[in-house]
């Protein structure tokens, strides 16, 4: 019996886990869209800015980076010559919440980027 309800109990947080990520990668989504963003950075074509993919695969395991950049503490990793197109939307970024930035680079990195 101690079994099952350890793990359902584990189950239950892996679920809650697994929906509190959706939760973030929804939120990073809806601002991105709500911003702006994508009428530079579409999922795999290469516009004014990188494509989705292209940011998912260059920022993946450097998340701190990505939210430094947007937050104007850090460097563009991709296209670093073309960064002064992006600077009106830093601007718009100062505006977010550390959450909301952090949330809009989960989207980023994410695999589910559509």
Same mark, same amino acid.
């Given at each position: ?26 939120? @990073? $989504?809806? &601002?991105?869209?709500? =911003?702006?963003? *994508? /009428?530079?950075?579409?999922?795999? !074509? ?27 503490? @850090? $460097?563009? &990793?991709?296209?670093? =010559?073309?960064? *002064? /197109?992006?600077?009106?939307?830093? !601007? ?23």
């Amino acid at each position: 019996m101690k079994k099952i309800i350890l793990s359902l109990f584990v189950s239950m947080l892996f679920l809650a886990d697994a929906t509190a990520k959706d939760a973030i990668l929804n939120k @990073g $989504k809806s &601002i991105f869209e709500a =911003k702006g963003c *994508a /009428v530079c950075h579409k999922s795999d !074509v290469e516009l004014i800015g990188p494509s989705l993919k292209n940011i998912a695969k260059v920022y993946t395991g450097k998340e701190k980076e990505l939210v430094s950049y947007l937050k104007s503490q @850090g $460097k563009p &990793i991709i296209y670093p =010559k073309r960064a *002064a /197109v992006m600077n009106p939307q830093l !601007v718009k970024m100062k505006a977010l919440l550390g959450d909301d930035i952090r949330a809009i680079a989960a989207y980023l990195v994410s695999s589910n980027v559509k």
